[in-house]
Nanobody, 119 residues
Framework: QVQLVESGGGLVQAGGSLRLSCAASGRTFNNYAMGWFRRAPGKEREFVARINWNGGMTDYADSVKGRFAISRDNAKNTVYLQMNSLNPEDTAVYYC????????????WGQGTQVTVSS
């Protein structure tokens, strides 16, 4: 089992920044690729970003490329999502997830953290 706890969400004005964190416990963190997803009101959950086990590979949704950056610190069992130039369309609940395979299915999910961007 892997337990994931997100933090860092909140209310921010358009153009602002937030950094989300996802702390993992349980099985060895660096055995897992990690991803960030989000669910906006009335919409389905969508992929935001992912990172492989050592941070050497990353991938982003087109909607966040150039604005968001995913990173991880395996010594701290934590993955981050730095979000810059936020706009109201980024308002959503953000979830982190763990997968044994980069680009594969995600087996473990956190409870989510709310991000609200005001115009």
């Amino acid at each position: 089992q892997v337990q994931l706890v997100e933090s860092g969400g909140g209310l921010v004005q358009a153009g602002g920044s937030l950094r989300l964190s996802c702390a993992a416990s349980g099985r060895t963190f660096n055995n897992y690729a990690m991803g960030w997803f989000r669910r906006a009101p009335g919409k389905e959950r969508e992929f935001v970003a992912r990172i492989n086990w050592n941070g050497g590979m990353t991938d982003y949704a087109d909607s966040v490329k150039g604005r968001f950056a995913i990173s991880r610190d395996n010594a701290k069992n934590t993955v981050y999502l730095q979000m810059n130039s936020l706009n109201p369309e980024d308002t959503a609940v953000y979830y982190c997830a763990a997968s044994r395979v980069y680009g594969g299915l995600y087996s473990y999910w956190g409870q989510g953290t709310q991000v609200t961007v005001s115009s």
